[in-house]
């Protein structure tokens, strides 16, 4: 169904986001619980395509250069309706963001075994 754009190129993302999480998706059952994980799962995608852009590289590494940390940091959170609360998502984008490193030539902060090089 094409819903036209700009809709269309946002339900595209989460698409992508299903498509690519699917296995883990499906972990969940039928219904609220697969659509909260998609939704957090579709945070994460947002975080990292946030942590990928040329403008945070470039920034994040001229602050480590300066100051000795890595700014500014990405972190996600997702808001609850049942409970009115905002939640930080479930997960490590540390670790994500290790998994894209090599793939989208990401700066590597951990030259010098700094634990919190990676804050995001």
Same mark, same amino acid.
């Given at each position: 169904m094409n819903h036209g754009s700009p809709l269309e190129n946002w339900l595209c993302k989460i698409r992508d986001t299903r498509r690519l999480h699917m296995d883990e998706i499906k972990?969940?059952?039928?219904g609220e619980d697969q659509v909260r994980r998609l939704v957090e799962l579709n945070v994460v995608e947002q975080c990292l395509n946030v942590f990928k852009t040329s403008f945070v590289q470039k920034k994040r590494w001229d602050t480590k250069i300066k100051n000795g940390k890595a700014y500014p940091q990405v972190h996600g959170f997702v808001y609850d309706i049942s409970q009115g609360e905002l939640q930080p998502v479930k997960g490590d984008l540390k670790i994500e963001i290790q998994k894209l490193r090599e793939c #989208?030539?990401? #700066?590597?902060f951990? #030259?010098?075994d700094d634990e919190d090089a990676l804050d995001l």
């Amino acid at each position: 169904m094409n819903h036209g754009s700009p809709l269309e190129n946002w339900l595209c993302k989460i698409r992508d986001t299903r498509r690519l999480h699917m296995d883990e998706i499906k972990k969940f059952e039928p219904g609220e619980d697969q659509v909260r994980r998609l939704v957090e799962l579709n945070v994460v995608e947002q975080c990292l395509n946030v942590f990928k852009t040329s403008f945070v590289q470039k920034k994040r590494w001229d602050t480590k250069i300066k100051n000795g940390k890595a700014y500014p940091q990405v972190h996600g959170f997702v808001y609850d309706i049942s409970q009115g609360e905002l939640q930080p998502v479930k997960g490590d984008l540390k670790i994500e963001i290790q998994k894209l490193r090599e793939c #989208y030539d990401l #700066y590597d902060f951990t #030259y010098n075994d700094d634990e919190d090089a990676l804050d995001l």
